[in-house]
């Protein structure tokens, strides 16, 4: 696992990364989900049993939320699914605000996903 984690570090750090993990921190993190967003976190596809535990289902909706305000968008369906392996670094006891600030990097890479 921590080979495939260099390996997507190399690819995804940039200018932002940084300051997406700071600002992922010091956020406030009281906020209300979208329906959408509620009605998908059930429906993860995964055979990690670790994403069906109710904190990283928590940690998931706080990294899929925060980015969404970031960015001035609205959750689209499919996001969850592009999150999911950004969270499981937190089984190698990553940060979230460095899961956060990888996804980001991913999204912003990656726009034609959500745009």
């Not at 956020?27 to 976190?41: C, G, H, M, V, Y």
């Not at 969404?68 to 979230?96: A, H, T, W």
Request: proline letters at 3%.
């Amino acid at each position: 696992m921590e080979f495939a984690k260099a390996k997507w570090e190399k690819y995804l750090i940039n200018e932002k990364y940084h300051s997406d993990q700071t600002a992922f921190r010091i956020w406030d993190k009281r906020f209300a989900i979208s329906e959408i967003l509620a009605r998908d976190l059930p429906r993860i596809r995964t055979e990690s049993e670790y994403l069906h535990q109710e904190t990283p289902k928590k940690e998931l909706t706080l990294l899929i939320t925060f980015f969404c305000l970031q960015n001035k968008i609205s959750y689209q369906q499919g996001m969850l699914d592009l999150c999911v392996p950004f969270l499981l670094l937190r089984i190698q006891e990553v940060r979230l605000s460095k899961c956060y600030a990888l996804f980001s990097a991913f999204m912003r890479k990656n726009k034609n996903l959500y745009l």
